[in-house]
């Protein structure tokens, strides 16, 4: 596990209120279209896609907001679906996860008992950052899990 302080970023973005068993329909409804309008708008894309949850709970069924990002240099007058978002600077805990998607849950809650057994405080956010794209079901797919962070209690 490794402390990260994550610089503000802009994303050209896709976004919705969902619960987790939504997120794969969804994601795989969005990647493609988002890739191809922010190649329409000739964006410089400066880093793999991400997935981030705001307002999660130890609840799967209960709706949170997701924004699936595409990390951009600059953001553009458009007119579409999609947005762009700049996210402030992000502390977090991060691991990386090799494997398939329907295993992530797994990890996501081992990363956080550890987080919270060192006493730090969660803040409401988290990402995934898809550093290596195989498939859904790929034991070879590498993802960033990063879990906010709001301080540590001593």
């Keep these: 596990m490794e402390i990260k ?4 970023k802009i994303y050209y973005c896709a976004g919705k ?19 191809k309008e922010a190649e329409t708008l000739n964006l410089n894309i400066v880093g793999p896609p991400e997935f981030i949850y705001l307002n999660t709970s130890k609840d799967p069924n209960k709706p ?4 699936v990002g595409i990390p951009v240099r600059e953001d553009k007058t458009t007119q579409s679906d999609f947005f762009f978002w700049e996210a402030m600077p992000f502390a977090c805990l991060a691991i ?25 405080q969660l ?3 988290g990402r995934e950052v898809y550093k290596e794209w195989v498939s859904f079901e790929s034991e070879e797919n590498i993802t960033e899990l990063q879990k906010g962070v709001v301080g540590k209690r001593k």
Excluded at 5 to 8: A, G, K, Q, R
Excluded at 64 to 67: A, Y
Excluded at 96 to 111: F, R, T
């Design 5 to 8: 302080h994550v610089p503000s």
């Design 123 to 125: 803040s409401n956010q």
């Design 96 to 120: 990386d996860y090799k494997g398939s998607m329907p295993n992530i849950g797994n990890a996501w809650q081992e990363l956080v008992q550890q987080v919270l057994k060192e006493g730090w």
């Design 64 to 67: 949170f907001q997701l924004v």
């Design 17 to 35: 209120t969902l619960t987790v068993p939504e997120i794969p329909e969804f994601g795989q409804a969005v990647m493609e279209p988002l890739y």
